[in-house]
């Protein structure tokens, strides 16, 4: 056997029983956005390397983001976040959207990174914004978005939080132990590390920044201060509101979560499993005027980004995906031999017109092979046209999880399979 071809590093193959998990996920993602009243939306896969050298920040631009120059010489990137995207879109029709804009959307991304356990080149990310408010609770609202997910999920508080933090309260804060504007931008990316790197190193990487001993040490007392969040009058407006969604055991403050993007100026906020196994599930903030940026009038947005890898790591180590059978509704019609194919057919064709899922042998083999073929696949139930049943005008009935059947008459296949298929659904 010759060599297979492999597949391109940090990228995955979707089999049927992958593909329906994503698709699982994909549909758990749609009922929560569309619960908050958020429409889907989408944007191209390639954009102008220019759109997120702006705000984005240096690393994704120069070290993580697919970048190539088309024919033209002008360079390209495959999309790495959705963000810039939303804001250009916004912008290019500011006039005509009744804001605030709820938009959501879940589709591929890349970065060039490193592959390991949680994070791939290749992914499928959800992105959930609002645009066109300023006030707290539209920050809140998408916590509770995220929360919901969770709990519709059946992770539970004690096993995942969202921690909140502020970029304003962490400004004020940096001002107050000397730590000039020009060197706040540093601070920050070096906070947003602190779980990334040995505390000698992050130290280090501190005080070779320009931090003074006096300051590291009051920088670390400030990222172990659990209440600072008091000092916040947006965060403790969130955290109330927060408890009046419903969704206050999810949330927690927590002084480290800073979020590397450039363009956030507000609340910022991570979900992380409680049991530290993973990397951050999802993770968001507020950004004031990213529209503006990007050639539009002004206008602050909230939102989060979710990759699908991390989060299924997470639901599987719960024992919280479900078996999937990607054919339970489905139909397999049997071809007795060649002279029933026609019959066969016709009755599928009509089945498919009625609204049902139905698939057949492609050869005459043994009915006992076609039978164990549909029951491998787990469809729900298997039709058997013999020259016997042609003649009657009837049709079996065969209830592939219950290995029972029924004689039906043609005339009336469609009630007896849609009752078959709902006691299905109810068990």
């Known amino acids: 056997m010759e060599k297979?071809?492999?597949?391109?590093?940090?990228?995955?193959?979707?089999?049927?029983?992958?593909?329906?998990?994503?698709?699982?996920?994909?549909?758990?993602?749609?009922?929560?956005?569309?619960?908050?009243?958020?429409?889907?939306?989408?944007?191209?896969?390639?954009?102008?390397?220019?759109?997120?050298?702006?705000?984005?920040?240096?690393?994704?631009?120069?070290?993580?983001?697919?970048?190539?120059?088309?024919?033209?010489?002008?360079?390209?990137?495959?999309?790495?976040?959705?963000?810039?995207?939303?804001?250009?879109?916004?912008?290019?029709?500011?006039?005509?959207?009744?804001?605030?804009?709820?938009?959501?959307?879940?589709?591929?991304?890349?970065?060039?990174?490193?592959?390991?356990?949680?994070?791939?080149r290749e992914f499928f990310q959800w992105n959930i914004d609002l645009i066109g408010s300023d006030q707290v609770a539209a920050d809140a609202e998408l916590i509770a978005v995220a929360a919901e997910f969770l709990r519709s999920m059946g992770v539970r508080p004690e096993q995942a939080k969202i921690l909140i933090n502020d970029r304003r309260l962490m400004d004020a804060q940096l001002s107050q132990i000397g730590i000039h504007t020009e060197l706040r931008p540093a601070v920050l990316r070096l906070i947003d590390r602190i779980d990334k790197q040995p505390a000698d190193v992050w130290d280090a990487n501190a005080l070779e920044m320009g931090l003074s001993q006096d300051q590291l040490i009051a920088l670390k007392a400030l990222l172990n201060n659990a209440d600072l969040w008091q000092q916040s009058p947006e965060l403790s407006e969130i955290f109330v509101e927060l408890e009046a969604l419903g969704v206050r055991?999810?949330?927690?403050?927590?002084?480290?979560?800073?979020?590397?993007?450039?363009?956030?100026?507000?609340?910022?906020?991570?979900a992380r499993d409680t049991a530290g196994n993973f990397r951050a599930i999802?993770?968001?903030?507020?950004?004031?005027?990213?529209?503006?940026?990007?050639?539009?009038?002004?206008?602050?947005?909230?939102?989060?980004?979710?990759?699908?890898?991390?989060?299924?790591?997470?639901?599987?180590?719960?024992?919280?995906?479900?078996?999937?059978?990607?054919?339970?509704?489905?139909?397999?019609?049997?071809?007795?031999?060649?002279?029933?194919?026609?019959?066969?057919?016709?009755?599928?064709?009509?089945l498919r017109r009625a609204g049902y899922n139905v698939f057949s042998f492609p050869g005459t083999d043994k009915l006992a092979k076609q039978l164990k073929y549909a029951d491998r696949l787990g469809a729900c139930a298997a039709l058997v046209i013999g020259p016997d049943e042609i003649a009657r005008g009837e049709v079996v009935l065969k209830d592939l999880a219950t290995h029972t059947q029924q004689v039906v008459p043609e005339s009336e296949l469609e009630i007896h399979v849609g009752g078959l298929l709902a006691q299905r659904q109810a068990l």
């Open 282 to 350: 999802l993770g968001g903030g507020h950004y004031a005027n990213l529209v503006g940026d990007v050639g539009g009038k002004p206008l602050p947005g909230v939102g989060f980004a979710m990759g699908d890898v991390v989060v299924l790591l997470l639901l599987e180590s719960l024992g919280l995906i479900p078996t999937i059978n990607a054919a339970a509704d489905a139909i397999f019609v049997s071809v007795f031999d060649e002279s029933c194919r026609n019959a066969a057919s016709r009755i599928a064709a009509r």
């Open 249 to 270: 055991e999810y949330a927690a403050y927590e002084p480290k979560i800073i979020r590397g993007l450039d363009y956030y100026t507000g609340t910022v906020f991570e």
């Open 4 to 120: 297979i071809v492999r597949s391109v590093k940090g990228t995955r193959d979707f089999y049927p029983d992958e593909m329906a998990v994503r698709r699982w996920l994909i549909g758990k993602v749609q009922r929560i956005s569309a619960s908050f009243g958020y429409q889907e939306y989408d944007g191209p896969c390639l954009e102008t390397i220019d759109l997120y050298a702006a705000k984005s920040g240096e690393e994704l631009v120069k070290e993580q983001a697919f970048v190539f120059p088309d024919r033209s010489g002008e360079n390209i990137a495959l999309r790495p976040e959705l963000t810039p995207t939303l804001a250009r879109m916004i912008a290019a029709r500011q006039n005509e959207l009744i804001f605030p804009c709820r938009w959501w959307s879940f589709g591929p991304f890349w970065r060039y990174e490193r592959p390991q356990k949680g994070r791939t």
